[in-house]
DNA sequence: GATGAATGAGCCTTCATTCAT
DNA sequence: TATGAATGAAGGCTCATTCAT
């Protein structure tokens, strides 16, 4: 049947992408060997271009699909608060926790980011959704009255490069506090500068 | 004279960390070719590896250099400060300015950074002593009452998170504004944040 | 029954050689992808290996197949023509329309030929009997005084030299007057020169 | 001084070239390996690339080196002879005796010739000239009725035809005459076809 | 010191051939 | 018998580093 294939197809994709995803984290895009990731893989180095045209399209494999799960993730978890404080809450918490399960992705985003010439505005941008979402709570809570009024996109920026950061802490093992801790210090942070005074 | 030559090694170990950080800005470590430092510096490959023991040493030059001049720009003029609210600009201000007149340092330390496992915490924790800082004063100034206590490290992180991730957004062309204005938007949210209520 | 088995893969590989032919007279030995004759075949490429076995295998049956048929039938022309004049004419036009009617393995005789190491004997001497045959008629003709005395075997060397020019330079698009114009021209040419004076 | 660099590396390249045109001689283009190349000049793979920017590029100048001394070397000769009778003699016996002293370009242009993708008319058109050449010398001699009319071009390719069918034969082991032999019967044959009756 | 030619290890990619289904 | 996924040897090319001048 025509889908076993498929599905056989799509596994092995996902094996290389996986292993891709281990072995540019630790080395980069350039010193990440294709043969490496073929090993970890568990297959023959040639298999690995029955799949991928080149070690670039295994790059963007990796970066596509953790980008978008990510941004899904981030996304729904914000839909589901109901105020501002939550959603600002689930932005951070939503990232910090995928950063914790995902630190390979994590580590790829933080480190060579830029360098590849992937950096088309793609995956320059694969946070703007979120942010902009965040910035549109900020600027209905403003019209509200429930906070002060602010630069909403500016603002909303800024809680995403404090994420960002923590993260980054976080994944150099700067930090043993669980997730939702520094969630919280940073939301408490945020919702301090934001409350009506 | 032993002086004169070491001026002159001195002066030629500078221009080719000059070329180097040109060419690192662009093509990132990896892509940055020994040849082209060398042509940009106006000497010959060979030359290159009489005052560097390798590519990846003439790396770690630039961002000493750079870091340590970056470091120190910004402790004098958080130092020059007489406030609390004053340090947080001069901190945050010191960068952006420096990010200014330094793009292409900070575009290696935004792009590449971390993977080249040259990322020792030695250049990962060059903001330590800064941040530090800031966080020595936040805690004078809960002592002194002059804001509400916060646990002072984690909120100097945070601020420093700002700061990179609006020098990013600068370098990208995301910012028109100039710098002192977003300075300022960045320290009024963080003053408000910490003013005692 | 056992027949019916060998013709059917007796057609198969009548078809894996059609599609070899196109493949090699475009792309050359080297440039000949398997995948490829077997895409044009119509079949899996694993099934060119139940039939062949190597690339090297396929392309020797190309040539084994178009050299014996090419010989056959300027065999036959020749010896279907009385006299030496209309032999040289069966031996030119044999090989000019076969050559019209078979590009593919004209083509690939005339390009890559040599080097493949194929290049026994056996391939480099396809035209030796239909040469020979030439030979011997020249050689019964100046006999009987029909035309003067001369070396045979090298004057029908020569013949089939002017003959594999002609169509080469066909082939490149070099002539647009019909074969058997170019044929008459160096019969003419070929009879002049042997007319007892 | 920059003539001698300049000495020096034509000097590599000529080297380069020399080794290339054996290895391709034997193995072909697409079986002629660069590191064999660099191997038979004595000199690393790596150095190859100092001279040319690809395989292809070694091909190609070899081709171009031998066809420009072989065509000029034709040339020559035929204008040094006076008549057409001469002049057709100094344009196969040139050819002759040029393949004997260049057996292994020779071998390259019968063998793969076509195949590479190369094949420009720059390529298959080196001996365009001399042959128009011996053409307007035919064309010429029938003005002046020292031989019949004829159409010279069509007879100028079919003298190279026999010329590229004899060298063909000789660097096949077919021909242990010396090349003066060869040559007048190729010249008496054409002569005989030309005469005036 | 300065040069830049030479080196060769290393990596991406291709493709003939094999083999499990 | 047919398939096509898997293999891995092979080869073109790059570039950090060395070295003779």
């Given at each position: ?49 029955l799949y ?23 996304l729904e ?89 923590t993260i ?30």
């Amino acid at each position: 049947m025509k889908t076993k294939q498929k599905m056989v197809s799509e596994f092995r994709r996902a094996e290389i992408v996986d292993a891709a995803r281990s072995v540019f984290a630790r080395k980069g895009f350039a010193g990440g060997i294709v043969d490496e990731i073929a090993n970890e893989a568990g297959i023959a180095k040639g298999t690995v271009y029955l799949y991928f045209r080149s070690k670039k399209e295994i790059y963007r494999a990796v970066l596509d699909r953790d980008m978008e799960f990510s941004k899904k993730g981030t996304l729904e978890r914000m839909d589901a608060a109901g105020n501002l404080k939550d959603k600002i809450r689930a932005f951070t918490l939503a990232r910090l926790e995928n950063a914790e399960a995902k630190k390979e992705f994590f580590r790829i985003m933080d480190a060579e980011f830029g360098s590849v010439s992937f950096t088309r505005s793609q995956y320059r941008d694969w946070l703007r959704e979120p942010v902009l979402r965040l910035a549109s709570a900020i600027e209905d809570a403003a019209r509200r009255g429930e906070i002060r009024p602010v630069p909403s996109e500016k603002i909303a920026w800024l809680v995403a490069d404090m994420t960002r950061g923590t993260i980054r802490r976080r994944l150099l093992g700067r930090s043993d506090t669980p997730p939702g801790e520094d969630a919280e210090l940073l939301v408490g942070f945020t919702w301090a500068a934001l409350a009506a005074e």
